[in-house]
């Protein structure tokens, strides 16, 4: 081998192992040189982690203490984080661009939609950077949200999402009961869906159904009393949204022919969870009075003893 190739051998192999040993250098500089530039790369770079759920990834861009708490949730925790910052319930594929004023447009896509995230003009002082950004929303305003970050190690972290601090235990609680109210809710809806439905076999075939089964899908054929369709298949089968439904008809009171016993009798209806503490805490109970009963039954089934709600 020549001088000349030697030198530039080891001119190359130098290149190789700085970048080994030292692989936030340059990083480092862009932070120190550019920092609103290194704030906007980091939440990019965040986001689009995020984005595909990668959460080896993604707990980089978290401080020190929150990456620790992070890496200690359930994986179905960790993945439910990632989703909030997204906006989407499946991992999708970042693709990014630049707007007309020069920064970063994020777009998550999968195959049914696709969210964006414009980045607007950071502010970076001392080891502090704030990063506004909008997510365009369908006929409407878009929403504005301002992203915090810190320095940490020469490396922008996320700090806070809007005026709240970024404190991933308190957040992955705070999410994980507003998904257990959103869950109450549909069990909710539910209910009274099955309960109409109980009342419209009613009205078609002059009994109520011995079964939750009956009230599922038609075939082509058209309705009968064995599949009424007036409720989708998984509501039928007893089992929807994490809870278990249950069904049973309450024979009328008072000496009455078996006809009259047929269209006054009447129902009760409960749910439970599945699994207390992870698809609900409360047990729902509803029956032909219309009136709504749930408490927090430790998985148990709701009965007529348990106080009535009101609409939710």
């Known amino acids: 081998m020549s001088p000349a190739a030697n030198r530039l051998f080891a001119s190359a192999l130098a290149l190789f192992v700085s970048a080994i040993c030292f692989p936030h250098t340059a990083a480092a500089r862009q932070s120190q040189s550019n920092p609103a530039a290194a704030a906007e790369s980091a939440l990019t770079d965040a986001l689009s982690a995020a984005c595909r759920e990668d959460e080896t990834e993604f707990a980089t861009f978290l401080t020190a203490e929150n990456a620790a708490a992070y890496r200690a949730l359930p994986a179905p925790q960790r993945t439910a984080v990632m989703k909030r910052f997204v906006l989407l319930d499946e991992p999708g594929k970042p693709l990014l661009s630049t707007s007309n004023s020069g920064h970063s447009v994020?777009?998550?896509?999968?195959?049914?939609?696709?969210?964006?995230m414009r980045v607007g003009a950071a502010r970076a002082h001392d080891n502090l950077a704030f990063i506004p950004m909008e997510i365009p929303v369908a006929g409407d305003a878009p929403r504005s949200i301002q992203f915090g970050l810190v320095r940490e190690d020469g490396n922008w972290k996320l700090l806070s999402l809007g005026l709240v601090l970024l404190d991933v235990p308190a957040l992955a609680k705070e999410w994980e009961r507003a998904d257990l109210e959103a869950g109450e809710a549909l069990v909710i809806a539910a209910l009274r869906k099955i309960a109409d439905a109980l009342q419209s076999y009613r009205g078609a075939f002059g009994k109520l159904p011995e079964t939750l089964i009956a009230?599922?899908?038609?075939?082509?054929?058209?309705?009968?009393?064995?599949?009424?369709?007036?409720?989708?298949?998984?509501?039928?089968?007893?089992?929807?949204?994490?809870?278990?439904?249950r069904y049973r008809i309450v024979p009328p009171s008072g000496a009455m022919t078996h006809e009259e016993e047929q269209k006054n009798a009447g129902f009760q209806l409960a749910a439970a969870p599945v699994e207390y503490g992870k698809s609900g805490?409360?047990?729902?109970?509803?029956?032909?009075?219309?009136?709504?009963?749930?408490?927090?039954?430790?998985?148990?089934?709701?009965?007529?003893?348990?106080?009535?709600?009101?609409?939710?």
Request: aromatic share 8%.
């Open 106 to 116: 994020i777009r998550c896509q999968v195959p049914a939609i696709t969210t964006e």
């Open 215 to 245: 009230l599922g899908p038609a075939p082509a054929g058209g309705i009968s009393p064995e599949a009424g369709g007036f409720i989708d298949a998984e509501l039928a089968s007893g089992s929807k949204y994490g809870y278990a439904f």
């Open 281 to 312: 805490k409360r047990s729902f109970y509803l029956d032909s009075s219309g009136i709504l009963r749930a408490a927090d039954k430790k998985g148990a089934v709701a009965t007529a003893a348990d106080p009535p709600v009101g609409p939710s």
